[in-house]
T-cell receptor, first 115, second 110 residues
Framework: DVKVTQSSRYLVKRTGEKVFLECVQD?????MFWYRQDPGLGLRLIYF???????EKGDIPEGYSVSREKKERFSLILESASTNQTSMYLC??????????????FGPGTRLLVL | DAKTTQPPSMDCAEGRAANLPCNHS???????VYWYRQIHSQGPQYIIH???NNETNEMASLIITEDRKSSTLILPHATLRDTAVYYC???????????FGTGTRLTIIP
């Protein structure tokens, strides 16, 4: 069974803290994504990566950075967390080849609260 | 990605067919229609996609109008487990970025 896992389901951090959200996929997928989901706004793409050490900005990259040192792992970093970054964070992966290319596989999400 | 418009919410009786509409009047010729759903407290799950022809798989059917300006996702025999938010997305096939809107919250009523 395909699997995307995220390091935490729930996280509470204080304003100004550095926050790491980890995502691991076991499908050997080239593409990985980070989204945030807020009520009334749907899912919004923060960053994505199409290969190791490659990254591209999504629609709302401000306040975030990412790291992709290994193919299976994609990290989202909040350098200095702020209360407006309280949200649900979703990681996904996909492959650009073959018939499966249209499918993004999502992790269960991390609900982050910044106090 | 072309903009899509979906009703914010719908109800459907258990065992009946659930028909979820989506408008994508500005869709271009090389954009596919994708459907995903998100059950509460889970990540979104792919359902189906299509370009021009109607498509069917084990989860659902996708009906795309001839002018491609709208489509309907059909869950033939809805169950309580189909209660979820359903997202319709128009995007180029192989475009790794998908733009999710706010979707339709479908509630299956016993």
């Amino acid at each position: 069974d395909v699997k995307v896992t995220q390091s935490s389901r729930y996280l509470v951090k204080r304003t100004g803290e550095k926050v790491f959200l980890e995502c691991v996929q076991d499908m050997d997928h080239e593409n990985m994504f980070w989204y945030r989901q807020d009520p009334g706004l749907g899912l919004r793409l923060i960053y994505f990566s199409y290969d190791v050490k490659m990254k591209e900005k999504g629609d709302i990259p401000e306040g975030y950075s990412v790291s992709r040192e290994k193919k299976e792992r994609f990290s989202l970093i909040l350098e200095s967390a702020s209360t407006n970054q309280t949200s649900m964070y979703l990681c996904a992966s996909s492959t650009p080849s073959g018939r499966a290319r249209e499918t993004q596989y999502f992790g269960p999400g991390t609900r982050l609260l910044v106090l | 990605d072309a903009k899509t418009t979906q009703p914010p919410s719908m109800d459907c009786a258990e065992g009946r067919a659930a028909n979820l509409p989506c408008n994508h009047s500005t869709i271009s010729g090389n954009e596919y229609v994708y459907w995903y759903r998100q059950i509460h407290s889970q990540g979104p799950q792919y359902i189906i996609h299509g370009l021009k022809n109607n498509e069917t798989n084990e989860m659902a059917s996708l009906i795309i109008t001839e002018d491609r300006k709208s489509s309907t996702l059909i869950l033939p025999h809805a169950t309580l487990r189909d209660t979820a938010v359903y997202y319709c997305i128009a995007s180029n096939f192989g475009n790794e970025k998908l733009t999710f809107g706010t979707g339709t919250r479908l509630t299956i009523i016993p």
